[in-house]
């Protein structure tokens, strides 16, 4: 047996039975080093098409692709051991049929050795999970806020304050769940919509902007570490990350210009 093999990782089954349990915690990652440390702490790490927005400087996740998702999910897979690993299939890789569906998600798998994916679901969304989950793919489906279709929805508001969208959203939810997801993300609703939505299915729902009620929660990782100086209503911010950067990097320019960097400890003596 391969060491790879070897290796315990939390599964979609398990995330699954922890409904209405201990709360799941999740996070999203990236790149390895960051996959590594999130490692120890998470049950489920996120490959999420916020990366278009996070790491590469896009405006929206649109502009996201599949090669870049298979990218960072190899890094991922790379430095995270034990948690489970979900990659986001990025807008235009599943949408149109059951076929470009599998075929996406089966290269996501195949080429990062990810153990699940996740799409956002909007009332199609059904019968591409239904597909997926039969074919040996687990999927985690995505309601509410879908910044995949913020042009249709008109920006990144929170959804589901009204009662115009609760029915939809909750439906979204039970047909995502029938269809057999491992557990759907709620992201950007009012926390009375997302506390019905994790009443009315029997998978977890991991909370964004939704409630702490919700079965387990999820951040965008550079955002809960203050790598932002703008970040949505819903995020903490845990960490100074920009700050600290700041820091450093006006440190070591004073340093470079005044000739102090490299000292003794950081150069080599000739023999
Ligand atoms: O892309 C992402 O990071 C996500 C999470 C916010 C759920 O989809
Ligand atoms: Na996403």
């Known amino acids: 047996m391969s060491a790879q093999n070897t290796i315990h990782r939390m599964t979609a089954p398990q995330i699954t039975a922890r409904k209405g349990g201990e709360p799941i915690v999740c996070l999203t990652a990236y790149d ?5 440390i999130l490692d120890a702490h998470c049950d489920l790490i996120l490959v999420g098409d916020s990366v278009g ?5 896009l405006t929206t996740t649109v502009g996201v692709t599949l090669d870049m998702m298979i990218m960072h999910g190899q890094a991922v897979m790379r430095g995270a051991h034990k948690a489970l690993v ?8 599943y949408e149109d049929s059951v076929e470009t ?11 990062t050795g990810c153990q699940a994916v996740k799409i956002e679901s909007g009332s199609y969304a059904a019968e591409t999970v239904r597909y997926l989950v039969e074919r040996g793919i687990p999927v985690m489906s995505h ?7 913020m042009n249709v929805l008109g920006g990144f508001r929170a959804r589901g304050r009204t009662q115009a969208v609760e029915d939809e959203i909750i439906a979204n939810a039970i047909a ?13 609703t009012s926390v009375e919509i997302a506390d019905k939505v994790t009443k009315a299915v029997g998978i977890p729902t ?3 902007g939704a409630s702490a009620g919700c079965d387990g929660q999820i951040l965008v990782t550079p955002d809960m570490l203050g790598m932002f100086d703008r970040v949505p209503k819903f995020v903490k911010k845990y960490g100074t990350m920009k700050d600290m950067v700041e820091t450093a990097v ?4 004073a340093e470079v210009t005044a000739r102090t960097f490299p000292g003794e400890a950081n150069t080599y003596k000739f023999k």
Do not use: K, N
Not at 53 to 57: E, P
Not at 86 to 93: A, E, K, M, Y
Not at 101 to 111: K, L, Q
């Open 206 to 208: 991991i909370g964004i």
């Open 250 to 253: 006006s440190e070591y320019h």
């Open 32 to 36: 390895a080093p960051t996959a590594a």
């Open 176 to 188: 995502a769940a029938e269809a057999g997801s491992f557990a759907v993300v709620v992201e950007g």
């Open 53 to 57: 927005m996070v790491v590469h400087g």
């Open 143 to 149: 309601v509410g806020l879908r910044p995949q279709s």
């Open 101 to 111: 569906a599998f075929r996406s998600a089966s290269r996501v798998m195949m080429e």
């Open 86 to 93: 979900v990659v986001d299939l990025p807008f235009g890789s």
